[in-house]
Each structure stands twice: as C-alpha cells, then as structure tokens.
C-alpha cells in the first residue's frame, strides 16, 4: 500500500512540472506572433510566483485541514484547467491573468508532497520523486517541439501538455482513499505538527542561510530553464524548434541526475552528492563560456542540469532531519516559498538586463548564482550539523 501510494505521489509530482518548462519553450513563439518583446515573459514568470508564493506560505495550514491528498488532487485539477485556457489566449492580459491561480496550484502541490516524502521515505524516495518532477518538466519542451514543427502551433503545444496533465489528475483522484489506508496502517509516523511563524523561522540561522541556498539554486535552475530557448535563438541563430529540442537536454540532464543521486544516495551522504553536483556544474559553466558550436551549447546544458538536479530533493530531505518532523512543514512551506521568489526575482531580472545590456551576458549570470549557491550550502552546512546530531541523540535516547 506504501509503494503504491509513493507511485501515485510520483506521476503527481511530474504534473507539478508540466507546466514550469511549457511556457519556456513556446515563448519564442509566442511573443513573435503577439508582436511583444521577449522580456515580457518576465511578467507571466512574476505572476505564477506569486501565486506559488502565497500558497506555499498557507500550505501547512490547508494541507492541516484538508490532509495531503485533497490538496494535491484539487491543485492538479486547477493547473490542468489553466493550462488547457492558455491555448486560447491572444493577449499579455489573458496571460497574466491565467498565471496567478496557475501558481497558486503548484505551490500547494510543491509544499505538501515534498514534506509528506521527507518524513515518510527515504532519501532514494525523495530524488526518485523529484526525478519524475524532471520528466514532467522534460514532456512539455518535448510535445512543444513537435507543435511548433507544425507552423509554429503552440497553442496545439499547450492542448498537448494539458491532456498529459488531465491523465495525471484522474490518477490524483483514484489515489485519495489510498491516503487514509496509509495513514491508519502508519499511525507512528503520524507526527503532530507545529505551526511556526515567518519571524519565528527567521530567528534561526539555518533557516536563513537555507533559504539562500534555495533562492540561488532555483533561480539558477529557472533562469536556465526559462531563457536558454531565446539565448539559443538570438544569439546563436538556432530555429525555435531546434532551440526547444535542446532544451530538452537540460531537463533530462535534471532528471538523470536526481536519479543517479538516488541510488548513490545508498553509499553517499547527502552532502557529498550536493557538493559533487556542484563540481559538475563548475564544469558545464565553463564549457558555456566557451565559444563552441551549438551542439556543446546542448551538452553544457545538459551537465548544467545534471550537476544541479540533484540539490534542491536532497536539501529538501535533509530539512526533518535537521530541524524536526514536527515543524518541517512549515519551514518546508517557507523554503517553497523562498524557492518562488528566486523564480520570481531572479530570471525576470536577467530578462530586463538581457533587454538593456544583451543576451550574451547569460553565462555570466549563471556564474554568479552559481557563486552564491556554494557559499550559503557551505555556510548551511556548518549550522545544520549540530542541530542534527542533537536531533539524532534525541531520537536515540527514546529508543
């Protein structure tokens, strides 16, 4: 029953990326054929993070009211609805306008999985759920390209993404008795949460300095994601389809490297994968600075997911353990939360300095995040480390 369930969560968590790489790969697209500037992505990408923001920050006390799997279930269905509207739209307004309750979806979904995974399985459990999150996120690229072969349709790309996401909420569905079976067959395990505020989880040093490690590691994420099609096509002359296929290396580098995480997870802490990610993606940054022919352009993109992939599952796994089961809800919430406004910062910030300087300044942005990331998980580590052997001692004591 377990297993099952944790097969459900999964093709779930998958939904949760459909549309976070969709709208990246059919913006090229989009903005030529509405006659808009390419930053305006910026603005659909704020709105949706917005939107993700606050329902991350409610999250602990929905998911406390409702249990887990109504809040999935209701958030799939939402996406599925908005994304099936997205294909009729014919303005900037009816964009931004779809995108908040597109966001107020995913954040709930976000939150609620990811604590419910943390305290629940292991951390091959984890990196395989957000392993499926990368195949989510690596369909959309891929059903687009297919679209836009056909005279740049991405509207059809968008009726595609939203039937893949239909079959994933009739699955949410069927799954909701299977969570109260779990439940009663794991009453241990059943930890009463605690509600912390924002200025509570603030007055913590780990909290911050997690939540910077969050906001760079996303952001890098994003930003990669959301503006590597429109690098590949103004400043390397790459087709919008080709650019999308391309693209689609970046999230599987993603997937596979959360799943080669997982298993390495059995002779590896988690600490030694994140920092041998990061090595990865010092690599794949270099090989971007590069003047190469496009083809690398694609395998640096690849590596840059790869390298990447894996930090934002085994950080999230490491939350419980460093800080308690009973209040990881809440400071998961605060770091779903933290993760949005680095989506929601940051890739809109190097679309207005792409607008104003050029796009050739992408590489160096990534380095700079990429900079960042390491300095706060090294500063992160060195806090955390305490508090978890204390939690540890505790747990050992009531054995």
Known sequence: MVTILFVAICIIFMGLGLPDSVLNSAWPAIYAELNLPFSYANFITVLVSLGTVLSSLFAAKLIAKFG?????????????????????????????????????????????????????????????????????????????SFALGDDNNWRKGYVLVFIAMMVITLISFISLPLWKKVKSKQP????????????????????????????????????????????????????????????????????????ISGFVSKKLNVEKIVYGGYSIVLMALVLLFIPLPPIFKALSLFFVGFGNGPTFPNLIYLTPKNFGSDVSQSIIGLQMATCNLGILILPPVFGFLAQELSLNIFPIFLGLLYIFMVISTIIYSKQTYPLRKSLELKENKKL
């Not at 739209?89 to 995913?106: D, E, R, V």
């Not at 590597?228 to 599987?252: D, I, P, Q």
Request: glycine share 6%; charged share 10%; hydrophobic share 45%.
């Open 68 to 144: 887990v799997g109504k809040v999935t279930f209701v958030s799939t269905l939402f996406s599925a609805l908005c994304l099936f509207a997205f294909s009729f739209s014919n303005s900037m307004l009816f964009f931004c306008l779809l995108s908040i309750p597109l966001g107020l979806g995913a954040g709930a979904i976000d939150t609620a999985l990811n604590n419910y995974t943390a305290t629940n399985y292991s951390s091959l459990h984890m990196s395989l759920l957000h392993c499926f999150y990368g195949v989510g996120i690596s369909i959309s690229p891929f059903l687009m």
């Open 188 to 259: 241990e395990k059943d930890v009463p949460q605690k509600t912390l505020s924002i200025k509570q989880m603030f007055c913590m040093p780990a909290v911050r300095s997690s939540v910077i490690t969050f906001f760079c590691s996303v952001g890098l994420e994003f930003t990669c994601g959301i503006w590597a099609c429109t690098y590949l096509v103004n400043v390397k002359n790459l087709s919008e389809a080709l650019a999308s296929r391309y693209l689609t290396f970046y999230y599987a580098g993603i997937t596979i490297g959360r799943l």
